[in-house]
């Protein structure tokens, strides 16, 4: 079936450094691909979102990098700050229904 | 706060009773959502709406699950007959189609327990 995975369940950087946060997907008919980060005991936020046929979006100290070939996404955070602490999940969806299929997650651990 | 309220916030019931879940959207948002998210996953899909209609259905919602938007507003997510395996947090996401943005907004969530 369709599946969206993390390869890392937690992730730790130092404060101020780059965060990369990884994920592998299998639906190659996915319309378009989000990032939400989840803080406890909060709903997912949106944070980005990439249509497939793009293969890099930026945002506010955020970048999503897209590889079709080898079903790949990524999460960028530059300058990690504390408040980036959260579980980051992607997630992939249709165009027809908007309705979202979520991986797993990844903590993001700042240190400071 | 992103507009998409819950209640109650949490449930505590015992295993037998019915228990019934609120979500208010976005006021001019035409689609509702609903998942479940146990602990260390991510939400999975149960149902959607769009205006009053209940598009699709995942079939993780069983018949002991019921979803209603009666008004195009709100909606309610009843579960009778609560098992401890539906202790979980249901999250209520809603958006506005036809943007191209696809961004859900999601609720707080209500955290099922059942004893």
């Given amino acids: ?112 | 706060d992103t507009g998409v309220s819950q209640d109650p916030r949490h449930k505590i019931t015992k295993r037998g009773q019915n228990v019934t879940f609120r979500c208010d959207p976005i006021s001019e948002h035409n689609r509702l959502y609903w998942y479940r998210q146990t602990l260390g996953q991510g939400p999975e899909f149960l149902t959607y709406f769009q205006n009053e209609a209940q598009l699709e259905k995942s079939r993780l919602l069983s018949d002991r699950f019921s979803a209603e938007r009666p008004k195009g507003s709100f909606s309610t997510l009843e579960i009778q007959r609560t098992e401890q395996g539906d202790s979980a947090m249901y999250l209520c996401a809603s958006s506005l189609d036809g943007t191209s943005i696809h961004e859900q907004y999601f609720g707080p969530g209500t955290r099922l327990t059942v004893t």
């Fill in chain 1, 1 to 112: 079936g369709e599946s969206v995975g993390l390869h890392l369940p937690t992730l730790s950087v130092q404060e101020g450094d780059n965060s990369i946060i990884n994920c592998a997907y299998s639906n190659s008919a996915s319309d378009y691909f989000i990032w939400y980060k989840q803080e406890s005991g909060k709903g997912p936020q949106f944070i980005i979102d990439i249509r497939s046929n793009m293969d890099k979006r930026q945002g506010q100290r955020v970048t999503v990098l897209l590889n079709k070939t080898v079903k790949h996404l990524s999460l960028q955070i530059a300058a990690t700050q504390p408040g980036d602490s959260a579980v980051y999940f992607c997630a992939e969806g249709m165009n027809r229904d908007d309705k979202i299929i979520f991986g797993k997650g990844t903590r993001l651990h700042i240190l400071p």
